[in-house]
């Protein structure tokens, strides 16, 4: 899970106080206590009901919980301070974990699309299991020796060489297996 009850109140709070008064923080304080208070009764009740889209009672909980702790700490931050009115610029802890928050947020939606990429590769990847004439393994296995590579290397090698034109016609280019792919005009 990317954010738990206590950054989805930091950043609830943060945004709802927005202008709020030290009085109104105070009302918000107020309100969370009771919420606080109700979610934990219920919780100690044996007849709570299953809601289909409510959220679990131990989830409401701790969500009221977190939201308690987030709105008292907003009210300390605006005795501290000294302000009328909450301002999110003015508060270095909230500012921070927004920071934090939105880098979480960032990586985990690079590692989203890594892993997406990673998925598209995976369906584009082939395997498959090549039976090679006498002849033809012979010289592969030639190759692998002379290059310190396995056979199944060297086949590797050359499949990723594969060209196709427009016509269909397969092509592979000259290479030395394990190094560099040789120039077409040799000196």
């Known amino acids: 899970m990317i954010w738990t009850s206590e950054d989805v109140a930091r950043d609830q709070v943060r945004r ?8 109104q923080v105070e009302q918000a304080v107020d309100t969370a ?3 606080v208070r109700e979610t934990r009764e219920e919780l100690r009740s044996p007849a709570t009901a299953v809601r289909e889209f409510a ?17 008292r700490r907003m009210a300390a931050h605006l005795a501290a301070s000294g302000a009328g009115a909450y301002d999110a610029e003015q508060d270095e802890t909230g500012c921070a974990w927004a920071r934090e928050r939105e880098e979480r947020r960032s990586t985990a939606l690079r590692d989203h699309a890594a892993g997406m990429e990673r998925r598209r590769e995976e369906r584009d990847e082939l395997c498959a299991e090549v039976w090679v004439g006498a002849a033809a393994g012979r ?16 086949l590797a ?16 280019d000259r290479f030395t297996p394990g190094g560099l ?6 000196r």
């Not at 009221?64 to 987030?70: K, Q």
């Not at 792919?181 to 040799?186: D, F, I, T, Y």
Request: zero cysteines; proline letters at 6%; hydrophobic letters at 50%.
């Open 16 to 23: 709802q106080a927005a202008g709020m008064t030290v009085h």
């Open 33 to 35: 206590v009771v919420r």
């Open 55 to 71: 959220p679990a009672p131990e989830e409401l909980a701790d969500r009221w919980a977190a939201l308690l702790t987030e709105w």
């Open 139 to 154: 010289q592969v296995r030639a190759a692998a020796a002379r290059t310190g590579l396995t056979p199944v290397e060297v």
């Open 157 to 172: 090698q050359l499949v990723e060489r594969v060209s196709v034109d427009d016509d269909g016609a397969v092509t592979v």
């Open 181 to 186: 792919p040789v120039a077409s005009e040799e």
